[in-house]
């Protein structure tokens, strides 16, 4: 401890040596970390002065993630890499914010899984919105009101959320990047399992519960939520209640976790989208997603698909949707390997447009193996 003086001001405590250092050591990670922010500033100015009119790219996940990288190969000692990782994209964003605060709108409320995907991708630091609907995301960004939204869209055990499908046809966003989450269901709830006389959650998570329920709470009444959040908040304020949910909702409810990963499935991954008004660059490991709508003849789909076929670009994964403009009427979406500033895939679109009666590009974006937990 430092040295202080004695209520007789004669005698005084010898300082622990050791912590003296931890001090010092602190001390000059602050003096590091304000550095830092001056020499932040001063590239963003001298960029901004020569840039004229162009717009300055403040926010780059691409960048962002070769630093972080490039630290996590830096690390020779004990520190742990997962660590470097959380601590360096607080830093990032915390510098960021005081030249160009970010504001970020997900499907709310707080502690739902999509407001977890957006604290994993973004940062606390970022001013976050929380909103009540996939709409609301996409008008907040839309509007300026926000910089990104994050939205969910497919689930590896109930397929495609189709809502935010929908919205990209309403809405000139962007999809500026993806974000794998591993979706973990906890019982929680002040109250002992002996003492839990309701539980509640959202109609889909108690479905992915459902064996656990059958075997351990058989009996017990379940009410449907609207969100998990929702049903976090309930079985805040009332006695035997439980609630389904993430950990990030028994932290900011104050609850008990009663029981860890009660998922039928263990493997259960949602895959969520940051939009944004602005485009990504390319990294050399991207995905890009198109939407478009075929000509009403016979192998219409087929000539559309065949450029693909030609260029030897993989697609992950394709989706249809209703149009709602007429019956038996469809948008395509679909998901490819690689950038729309790569060759083959602008090859490969050009031919798509001659033979769709509608395309539209929403945007290539860093492809994600990593699940994030």
Not at 78 to 83: E, G, K, L, M, T
Not at 197 to 221: D, F, N, T
Not at 297 to 313: N, R
């Amino acid at each position: 401890m430092w040295p202080i003086k004695s209520d007789s001001d004669k005698e005084q405590v010898i300082p622990d040596p050791n912590q003296v250092k931890l001090y010092e050591i602190d001390e000059q990670i602050i003096s590091l970390l304000n550095k830092r922010v001056e020499a932040v500033t001063e590239i963003t100015n001298a960029a901004t002065a020569g840039a004229g009119d162009a717009k300055i790219e403040l926010f780059s996940p691409s960048k962002e993630l070769e630093l972080i990288e490039r630290l996590q190969k830096l690390n020779t000692g004990s520190f742990p890499n997962d660590a470097i990782k959380t601590i360096f994209k607080e830093i990032f964003c915390a510098t960021l914010s005081l030249e160009h605060p970010m504001t970020v709108a997900y499907l709310g409320p707080q502690a739902t899984y999509t407001h977890q995907a957006a604290l994993k991708y973004f940062s606390s630091t970022c001013k976050y919105i929380s909103t009540d609907s996939i709409k609301e995301v996409f008008e907040n960004v839309e509007s300026g009101n926000a910089s990104f939204g994050v939205v969910p869209i497919e689930n590896s055990n109930e397929g495609a959320v189709n809502y935010t499908f929908d919205m990209f046809v309403d809405y000139n966003l962007k999809v500026y990047a993806e974000i794998l989450l591993s979706i973990n269901h906890h019982l929680l709830s002040k109250s002992g399992d002996a003492e839990i006389k309701k539980i509640y959650s959202h109609p889909q998570v108690i479905a992915q519960c459902r064996k656990w329920l059958e075997r351990h709470m058989l009996g017990v009444p379940i009410f449907e939520a609207g969100s998990t959040a929702q049903a976090a908040a309930i079985a805040a304020e009332e006695k035997g209640v439980a609630a389904i949910g993430s950990e990030l909702a028994a932290k900011i409810y104050d609850l008990n976790v009663i029981e860890k990963g009660i998922e039928n499935v263990k493997d259960n991954v949602t895959r969520f989208l940051v939009i944004s008004k602005e485009a990504q660059g390319s990294t050399g490991n991207d995905m890009t997603l198109i939407m478009f709508t075929a000509k009403d003849q016979p192998g219409a789909l087929h000539e559309i698909l065949t450029p693909f076929k030609k260029q030897k670009i993989n697609l992950t994964r394709i989706e249809s949707r209703p149009s709602k403009k007429k019956a038996w009427d469809y948008i395509f979406f679909a998901d490819m390997e690689g950038h729309i500033e790569d060759k083959k895939v602008k090859k490969a679109l050009e031919e798509v447009r001659k033979h769709s009666v509608y395309l539209k590009i929403l945007g290539s974006y860093p492809h994600v193996e990593t699940i994030e937990r």
